[in-house]
Protein backbone atom coordinates (compact mmCIF):
# COMPACT_ATOMS: atom_id res chain seq x y z
CA UNK A 1 0.00 0.00 0.00
CA UNK A 2 1.46 3.34 -0.71
CA UNK A 3 1.67 6.18 1.89
CA UNK A 4 -1.47 8.55 1.60
CA UNK A 5 -1.39 12.20 1.73
CA UNK A 6 -2.06 13.59 4.82
CA UNK A 7 -4.27 15.75 3.12
CA UNK A 8 -5.92 15.15 -0.59
CA UNK A 9 -3.50 16.95 -2.75
CA UNK A 10 -5.04 19.63 -4.77
CA UNK A 11 -3.73 19.17 -8.48
CA UNK A 12 -4.40 21.69 -11.31
CA UNK A 13 -5.87 21.12 -13.95
CA UNK A 14 -4.03 22.41 -16.83
CA UNK A 15 -3.05 25.37 -14.35
CA UNK A 16 -6.19 27.10 -13.60
CA UNK A 17 -8.06 26.52 -16.81
CA UNK A 18 -11.05 28.08 -15.58
CA UNK A 19 -9.69 31.28 -15.43
CA UNK A 20 -6.86 31.42 -17.68
CA UNK A 21 -5.94 29.81 -21.15
CA UNK A 22 -4.92 26.40 -20.13
CA UNK A 23 -1.15 25.07 -20.48
CA UNK A 24 -0.12 28.75 -20.15
CA UNK A 25 2.66 30.38 -17.68
CA UNK A 26 -0.44 32.66 -17.10
CA UNK A 27 -2.39 29.62 -16.00
CA UNK A 28 0.00 27.87 -13.83
CA UNK A 29 0.96 30.73 -12.11
CA UNK A 30 -2.33 31.47 -11.19
CA UNK A 31 -2.93 27.63 -9.94
CA UNK A 32 0.09 28.07 -8.08
CA UNK A 33 -1.19 31.63 -6.52
CA UNK A 34 -4.36 29.57 -5.36
CA UNK A 35 -2.65 26.30 -3.59
CA UNK A 36 -2.63 24.40 -6.11
CA UNK A 37 -0.08 21.35 -4.84
CA UNK A 38 0.56 20.07 -8.40
CA UNK A 39 0.26 22.04 -11.88
CA UNK A 40 -0.39 19.64 -14.96
CA UNK A 41 1.87 20.10 -17.95
CA UNK A 42 -0.13 17.86 -21.22
CA UNK A 43 3.28 16.88 -23.62
CA UNK A 44 2.99 16.40 -26.94
CA UNK A 45 6.32 16.60 -29.70
CA UNK A 46 7.27 19.37 -32.08
CA UNK A 47 8.44 18.25 -35.86
CA UNK A 48 12.08 19.05 -34.41
CA UNK A 49 11.64 16.48 -31.45
CA UNK A 50 10.75 19.10 -28.63
CA UNK A 51 8.31 18.61 -25.89
CA UNK A 52 5.99 21.49 -25.69
CA UNK A 53 2.62 22.03 -23.33
CA UNK A 54 -0.77 21.27 -25.22
CA UNK A 55 -3.62 19.32 -24.18
CA UNK A 56 -3.57 17.75 -27.09
CA UNK A 57 -1.72 17.77 -30.53
CA UNK A 58 -4.10 19.22 -32.27
CA UNK A 59 -4.19 23.18 -31.48
CA UNK A 60 -6.77 24.46 -33.62
CA UNK A 61 -8.93 25.19 -30.64
CA UNK A 62 -6.08 26.59 -28.23
CA UNK A 63 -4.02 28.50 -30.13
CA UNK A 64 -4.66 31.28 -33.07
CA UNK A 65 -3.10 29.05 -35.97
CA UNK A 66 -5.93 29.53 -37.85
CA UNK A 67 -5.63 33.10 -37.94
CA UNK A 68 -1.79 32.95 -39.58
CA UNK A 69 -2.19 32.69 -43.40
CA UNK A 70 1.24 31.56 -43.50
CA UNK A 71 0.27 27.63 -41.65
CA UNK A 72 -3.02 27.69 -43.39
CA UNK A 73 -1.68 24.69 -46.49
CA UNK A 74 -0.79 22.92 -42.86
CA UNK A 75 -4.48 22.02 -42.11
CA UNK A 76 -4.65 18.54 -42.16
CA UNK A 77 -7.05 15.51 -41.32
CA UNK A 78 -5.50 12.36 -39.20
CA UNK A 79 -6.13 9.39 -36.77
CA UNK A 80 -4.93 10.18 -33.66
CA UNK A 81 -5.64 6.82 -31.03
CA UNK A 82 -8.41 6.25 -33.45
CA UNK A 83 -10.30 9.62 -33.63
CA UNK A 84 -10.58 11.29 -36.72
CA UNK A 85 -9.25 14.93 -36.35
CA UNK A 86 -9.13 18.21 -38.35
CA UNK A 87 -6.88 20.89 -38.05
CA UNK A 88 -3.17 21.67 -37.03
CA UNK A 89 -0.46 19.26 -35.24
CA UNK A 90 2.43 20.28 -33.26
CA UNK A 91 3.84 17.50 -34.86
CA UNK A 92 3.85 19.63 -38.40
CA UNK A 93 5.50 22.16 -36.73
CA UNK A 94 9.08 23.47 -35.43
CA UNK A 95 9.36 24.67 -32.38
CA UNK A 96 10.17 28.28 -33.80
CA UNK A 97 7.13 28.10 -35.81
CA UNK A 98 5.00 27.65 -32.90
CA UNK A 99 6.42 30.47 -30.38
CA UNK A 100 4.78 32.67 -32.87
CA UNK A 101 1.89 31.47 -32.40
CA UNK A 102 -0.45 32.48 -29.17
CA UNK A 103 -2.96 30.53 -26.96
CA UNK A 104 -6.51 31.33 -26.41
CA UNK A 105 -9.44 29.69 -24.24
CA UNK A 106 -10.71 26.68 -25.58
CA UNK A 107 -14.40 26.80 -24.53
CA UNK A 108 -16.85 29.04 -26.11
CA UNK A 109 -20.17 30.44 -24.12
CA UNK A 110 -18.37 30.32 -20.88
CA UNK A 111 -15.19 31.16 -18.78
CA UNK A 112 -15.28 35.44 -19.76
CA UNK A 113 -12.11 36.08 -17.45
CA UNK A 114 -10.37 33.29 -19.14
CA UNK A 115 -10.95 34.55 -22.59
CA UNK A 116 -9.70 38.12 -21.66
CA UNK A 117 -6.41 36.60 -21.78
CA UNK A 118 -6.23 35.38 -25.51
CA UNK A 119 -3.48 36.47 -27.10
CA UNK A 120 -1.59 37.23 -24.27
CA UNK A 121 0.85 33.91 -23.80
CA UNK A 122 2.98 31.71 -25.90
CA UNK A 123 3.34 28.34 -26.20
CA UNK A 124 5.70 26.65 -23.61
CA UNK A 125 8.45 23.47 -23.57
CA UNK A 126 8.49 21.44 -20.58
CA UNK A 127 11.59 22.79 -19.41
CA UNK A 128 10.33 26.67 -19.58
CA UNK A 129 7.66 25.52 -17.28
CA UNK A 130 10.13 23.52 -15.05
CA UNK A 131 12.00 26.30 -14.79
CA UNK A 132 8.79 28.91 -14.28
CA UNK A 133 7.93 26.42 -11.32
CA UNK A 134 11.03 26.04 -9.95
CA UNK A 135 11.19 29.94 -9.45
CA UNK A 136 7.29 30.05 -8.06
CA UNK A 137 8.80 27.70 -5.78
CA UNK A 138 11.97 29.68 -4.65
CA UNK A 139 9.60 32.77 -4.69
CA UNK A 140 6.81 31.36 -2.41
CA UNK A 141 9.08 29.18 -0.13
CA UNK A 142 6.73 26.43 -0.99
CA UNK A 143 7.37 23.16 -2.68
CA UNK A 144 5.23 22.59 -6.09
CA UNK A 145 4.92 19.72 -7.46
CA UNK A 146 4.25 19.20 -11.12
CA UNK A 147 2.27 16.59 -12.68
CA UNK A 148 3.00 15.36 -16.59
CA UNK A 149 0.85 13.77 -18.51
CA UNK A 150 2.41 12.06 -21.71
CA UNK A 151 -0.21 12.31 -24.92
CA UNK A 152 -0.54 10.13 -27.61
CA UNK A 153 2.36 7.80 -26.35
CA UNK A 154 1.75 5.20 -29.20
CA UNK A 155 0.92 7.51 -32.05
CA UNK A 156 4.43 9.99 -31.11
CA UNK A 157 6.34 6.50 -31.53
CA UNK A 158 4.59 5.89 -34.36
CA UNK A 159 5.45 8.74 -36.23
CA UNK A 160 9.29 8.95 -35.03
CA UNK A 161 8.51 10.77 -32.46
CA UNK A 162 9.08 8.64 -29.10
CA UNK A 163 8.10 11.34 -25.50
CA UNK A 164 9.10 8.87 -22.93
CA UNK A 165 13.42 9.56 -23.52
CA UNK A 166 13.13 12.61 -23.99
CA UNK A 167 10.50 13.42 -20.96
CA UNK A 168 13.50 11.31 -19.05
CA UNK A 169 16.25 14.03 -20.45
CA UNK A 170 14.11 17.07 -19.12
CA UNK A 171 13.41 15.53 -15.67
CA UNK A 172 17.33 14.17 -15.23
CA UNK A 173 18.06 18.05 -16.29
CA UNK A 174 16.15 19.52 -14.13
CA UNK A 175 17.78 19.81 -10.07
CA UNK A 176 14.79 20.96 -8.87
CA UNK A 177 12.86 17.86 -9.97
CA UNK A 178 15.48 15.56 -7.96
CA UNK A 179 13.43 16.31 -4.89
CA UNK A 180 10.24 18.36 -6.01
CA UNK A 181 7.68 15.61 -6.17
CA UNK A 182 6.67 14.73 -9.87
CA UNK A 183 3.35 12.50 -10.70
CA UNK A 184 3.73 10.78 -14.15
CA UNK A 185 0.35 10.40 -15.79
CA UNK A 186 -1.26 8.55 -19.20
CA UNK A 187 -4.21 6.97 -20.64
CA UNK A 188 -1.82 4.35 -22.20
CA UNK A 189 -0.45 1.47 -19.89
CA UNK A 190 2.76 0.21 -21.56
CA UNK A 191 4.81 3.50 -21.26
CA UNK A 192 3.40 3.37 -17.68
CA UNK A 193 5.46 0.10 -17.37
CA UNK A 194 8.66 0.85 -18.95
CA UNK A 195 8.64 4.00 -17.08
CA UNK A 196 7.90 2.15 -13.73
CA UNK A 197 12.19 0.89 -13.71
CA UNK A 198 13.57 4.19 -15.27
CA UNK A 199 12.50 6.07 -12.63
CA UNK A 200 13.29 3.29 -9.73
CA UNK A 201 15.87 5.42 -8.55
CA UNK A 202 13.41 8.10 -7.92
CA UNK A 203 11.69 8.07 -4.85
CA UNK A 204 10.42 11.74 -5.27
CA UNK A 205 8.27 10.25 -8.75
CA UNK A 206 5.45 8.45 -8.90
CA UNK A 207 3.13 7.19 -11.61
CA UNK A 208 -0.78 7.91 -11.95
CA UNK A 209 -2.98 5.22 -13.99
CA UNK A 210 -5.41 7.42 -16.14
CA UNK A 211 -8.70 5.87 -16.86
CA UNK A 212 -10.99 6.22 -19.95
CA UNK A 213 -14.18 5.29 -20.43
CA UNK A 214 -15.35 1.96 -19.48
CA UNK A 215 -16.17 0.49 -23.30
CA UNK A 216 -13.02 1.99 -24.98
CA UNK A 217 -9.73 0.73 -25.30
CA UNK A 218 -6.05 2.01 -24.78
CA UNK A 219 -4.20 3.58 -27.33
CA UNK A 220 -1.54 1.00 -26.90
CA UNK A 221 -4.00 -2.39 -26.14
CA UNK A 222 -5.65 -1.32 -29.77
CA UNK A 223 -2.06 -1.41 -31.46
CA UNK A 224 -0.91 -4.69 -30.20
CA UNK A 225 -4.54 -6.28 -30.94
CA UNK A 226 -5.57 -6.47 -27.18
CA UNK A 227 -9.31 -6.58 -26.89
CA UNK A 228 -9.46 -5.94 -23.51
CA UNK A 229 -11.44 -2.49 -22.85
CA UNK A 230 -10.96 -0.91 -19.58
CA UNK A 231 -13.54 -1.73 -17.65
CA UNK A 232 -11.55 -5.46 -18.16
CA UNK A 233 -9.07 -3.72 -16.29
CA UNK A 234 -11.08 -3.53 -13.32
CA UNK A 235 -10.84 -7.19 -11.86
CA UNK A 236 -9.40 -7.82 -8.70
CA UNK A 237 -6.12 -9.52 -10.86
CA UNK A 238 -6.08 -6.48 -13.42
CA UNK A 239 -5.82 -3.82 -10.38
CA UNK A 240 -3.43 -5.68 -8.78
CA UNK A 241 -1.11 -6.31 -12.12
CA UNK A 242 -1.70 -2.10 -12.33
CA UNK A 243 -0.51 -1.59 -8.89
CA UNK A 244 2.64 -3.51 -9.68
CA UNK A 245 3.55 -0.17 -11.69
CA UNK A 246 1.31 2.08 -11.06
CA UNK A 247 0.88 4.17 -7.74
CA UNK A 248 -2.16 5.69 -8.58
CA UNK A 249 -5.72 5.01 -10.07
CA UNK A 250 -7.63 7.83 -11.91
CA UNK A 251 -10.99 7.28 -13.79
CA UNK A 252 -13.18 10.74 -14.33
CA UNK A 253 -15.51 11.40 -11.04
CA UNK A 254 -18.61 9.74 -12.36
CA UNK A 255 -16.28 6.72 -12.42
CA UNK A 256 -17.04 6.88 -8.74
CA UNK A 257 -20.14 8.14 -8.07
CA UNK A 258 -22.63 8.05 -11.85
CA UNK A 259 -25.07 10.58 -12.58
CA UNK A 260 -28.29 9.13 -12.38
CA UNK A 261 -31.36 9.61 -15.08
CA UNK A 262 -32.41 13.20 -13.32
CA UNK A 263 -28.67 14.48 -13.75
CA UNK A 264 -27.91 13.86 -9.89
CA UNK A 265 -25.68 12.06 -8.32
CA UNK A 266 -26.29 8.48 -8.17
CA UNK A 267 -24.56 5.87 -5.77
CA UNK A 268 -20.74 5.44 -5.59
CA UNK A 269 -19.96 2.15 -7.88
CA UNK A 270 -16.87 1.15 -5.40
CA UNK A 271 -14.28 1.38 -7.65
CA UNK A 272 -12.37 3.16 -5.21
CA UNK A 273 -12.44 0.80 -3.02
CA UNK A 274 -11.20 -1.94 -5.67
CA UNK A 275 -7.96 0.65 -5.95
CA UNK A 276 -7.56 0.89 -2.44
CA UNK A 277 -7.66 -2.49 -1.84
CA UNK A 278 -5.33 -3.12 -4.79
CA UNK A 279 -2.77 -0.90 -3.27
CA UNK A 280 -3.00 2.20 -5.31
CA UNK A 281 -3.76 5.83 -4.33
CA UNK A 282 -6.70 6.84 -5.03
CA UNK A 283 -6.95 9.98 -7.66
CA UNK A 284 -9.88 11.38 -9.92
CA UNK A 285 -10.14 14.12 -12.73
CA UNK A 286 -11.63 17.13 -13.12
CA UNK A 287 -14.05 19.31 -10.84
CA UNK A 288 -15.28 22.34 -13.15
CA UNK A 289 -16.88 25.06 -11.70
CA UNK A 290 -19.64 26.15 -14.24
CA UNK A 291 -23.13 24.66 -14.17
CA UNK A 292 -22.72 22.73 -17.03
CA UNK A 293 -20.04 20.03 -15.96
CA UNK A 294 -21.69 20.04 -11.87
CA UNK A 295 -24.49 17.09 -11.27
CA UNK A 296 -27.56 18.63 -10.80
CA UNK A 297 -27.46 18.32 -7.08
CA UNK A 298 -25.10 21.57 -7.51
CA UNK A 299 -26.34 23.86 -9.81
CA UNK A 300 -28.21 26.87 -9.64
CA UNK A 301 -30.45 29.06 -12.26
CA UNK A 302 -27.65 31.05 -13.68
CA UNK A 303 -27.52 29.47 -16.70
CA UNK A 304 -25.38 26.45 -18.61
CA UNK A 305 -22.39 28.51 -19.16
CA UNK A 306 -22.25 29.85 -15.57
CA UNK A 307 -19.39 30.17 -13.08
CA UNK A 308 -21.22 28.36 -9.71
CA UNK A 309 -18.50 28.69 -6.98
CA UNK A 310 -21.00 27.48 -4.66
CA UNK A 311 -22.09 24.24 -6.67
CA UNK A 312 -18.61 23.37 -7.13
CA UNK A 313 -17.51 23.68 -3.64
CA UNK A 314 -20.32 21.79 -2.50
CA UNK A 315 -19.51 19.03 -5.32
CA UNK A 316 -15.68 18.47 -4.61
CA UNK A 317 -16.70 18.61 -0.68
CA UNK A 318 -18.84 15.42 -1.64
CA UNK A 319 -16.82 13.35 -3.53
CA UNK A 320 -13.75 14.03 -0.75
CA UNK A 321 -16.43 13.04 2.33
CA UNK A 322 -17.83 10.27 0.05
CA UNK A 323 -14.53 8.63 -1.48
CA UNK A 324 -11.91 10.02 0.80
CA UNK A 325 -9.89 10.64 -1.82
CA UNK A 326 -6.27 10.86 -2.17
CA UNK A 327 -5.84 13.42 -4.22
CA UNK A 328 -8.16 15.17 -7.49
CA UNK A 329 -7.96 17.53 -10.44
CA UNK A 330 -9.53 20.94 -10.31
CA UNK A 331 -10.21 23.55 -13.15
CA UNK A 332 -10.48 25.95 -10.68
CA UNK A 333 -7.81 25.18 -7.19
CA UNK A 334 -8.94 28.10 -4.65
CA UNK A 335 -11.90 26.02 -4.65
CA UNK A 336 -9.99 22.75 -4.16
CA UNK A 337 -7.97 24.35 -1.65
CA UNK A 338 -10.71 25.94 -0.36
CA UNK A 339 -12.58 22.47 0.67
CA UNK A 340 -9.24 20.55 1.48
CA UNK A 341 -8.30 23.16 4.12
CA UNK A 342 -11.60 23.64 5.64
CA UNK A 343 -11.76 19.58 5.95
Keep these: MRQRPAKPVVMGHRGCSALRPEHTLGSYAKAIQDGADFVEPDLVSTKDGVLVIRHENNIAETTDVAAHPEFASRKTSKTVDGEKLTGWFTEDFTLAELKTLRAKERLEGMRTESHSYDGQFQ ?127 APPTRMYIPLGKDGKLAAPTGLHLAARKAGMLVGTWTFRPENHFLAGDFQNGAGDGARNVEGSLAEISHYLKTLQLDGFFTDDPALGRKVVDQA
Design 123 to 249: IVTLEEMIDFVAAESAARGRIIGIIPEIKHSTYFAGIGLPQEGRFLERLNASRYLKTAPVIVQSFETDNLRKLRPALADKPNVQLMQLIGAPNESPADLVAKGDKRVWKDLFTPAAMADMATYADWF
